[in-house]
């Protein structure tokens, strides 16, 4: 099953229509169900509110990097005050009705998300209101003060010198090439005003797993580079395969302040990467450096 998904994704990026096929088949799988919206809802406002500690979001302006199908992140920041939201995509894949999934998921979770944020039920409300009866996609974003940029380069964002709360993405740099995260962390740094900061939460597992249960997290490092970018650095499944390490070498190579990390090591990986062989490009690393298959990270330029 591993490869089959490999080989399905490798097709899609090479068909003119690869990207609403691939839209059909997510939703075929359910990926994008009601019941898949509300089990993300408060992960997603769980970590929100940890950013909290580092930069008020309340009133905030905020960078998003990589909207999504359906704009949830960019949609809970508008519910829990954001001011404006810039987020940028380089393909538009939002559909309206991904959208008033969310609404209404939100609707039906309101006491959680008032126990999650502390923000008055009753002003919660209101926003919902505000937004739920868009009649199209363009109607939500500007009634929740969201900019859509799509396609986009967030890279180039065009916004003003020291304009930005917060930079923020969500599984979206595992997906990019090394490059673009080096672009993207100078257009950071030009944007972000004195006390703002950047947070990115990235999968850095193995993203075919769930497909194969008997293959580890860490799988997908035994392959050469060469094959890996034939079969999955395509536009429909790019995954750039940096580790943690690289990606924290990365913002400090552009004087990035680290001000927190937390890393989640499955035990299982570890042991499998005591025997497996890795690609030369992974040599010298450390199976602890290795394994790390999720990382939030938050860093300024102070």
């Known amino acids: 099953m591993w490869k089959l998904k490999v080989l399905i994704q490798f097709v899609l990026a090479h068909l003119p229509k690869g990207e609403q096929i691939n839209y059909l088949l997510q939703t075929l799988n359910n990926s994008h169900s009601p019941q898949k919206i509300a089990e993300r809802i408060p992960s997603l406002l769980r970590e929100l509110k940890r950013i909290d500690q580092y930069v008020e ?45 969310v609404i209404n998921q939100m609707e039906n979770q309101i006491e959680q998300i008032q126990s999650i944020t ?20 363009e109607a939500i974003f500007e009634r929740a003060s969201i900019v859509y940029k799509a396609p986009g380069d967030a890279a180039r964002s065009g916004l003003p010198d020291d304009s930005i709360d917060l930079v923020y993405s969500t599984a979206v740099l595992e997906h990019v090439r090394e490059s673009v995260i080096h672009d993207l962390t100078v257009e950071t740094k030009r944007v972000l005003k004195q006390n ?4 990115h939460s990235i999968a850095l597992h193995d993203h075919y797993v769930s497909f194969d249960r008997n293959i580890s997290k860490v799988n997908f490092l035994r392959y050469p580079e060469w094959m890996w970018r034939f079969f999955v650095k395509n536009k429909i499944s790019y995954h750039n395969r940096l580790r943690e390490k690289q990606f924290i070498e ?12 937390d890393n989640k090591i499955d035990p299982e990986d570890l042991e499998v990467l005591k025997t497996m062989k890795v690609d030369k490009r992974f040599l010298g690393m450390t199976p602890e450096e290795l394994a790390v298959c999720y990382t939030k990270i938050v860093f300024s330029f102070q």
Do not use: C
């Open 57 to 101: 979001l309340q009133g905030s302006s905020v960078l998003e990097i990589g909207t999504g199908w359906n704009a949830i992140s960019a949609l809970l920041l508008y519910l829990i005050g954001a001011k404006t939201v810039y987020t940028y995509d380089h393909v538009g894949h939002v559909r309206y009705k991904l959208l008033q999934n």
């Open 118 to 137: 502390s923000i008055p039920k009753s002003e919660l409300m209101d926003r919902l209101a505000k937004v739920k009866d868009g009649a199209n996609t």
């Open 196 to 199: 703002g900061v950047a947070y």
């Open 250 to 261: 990365i913002f400090k190579s552009h004087a990035g302040k680290i001000k927190m990390i």
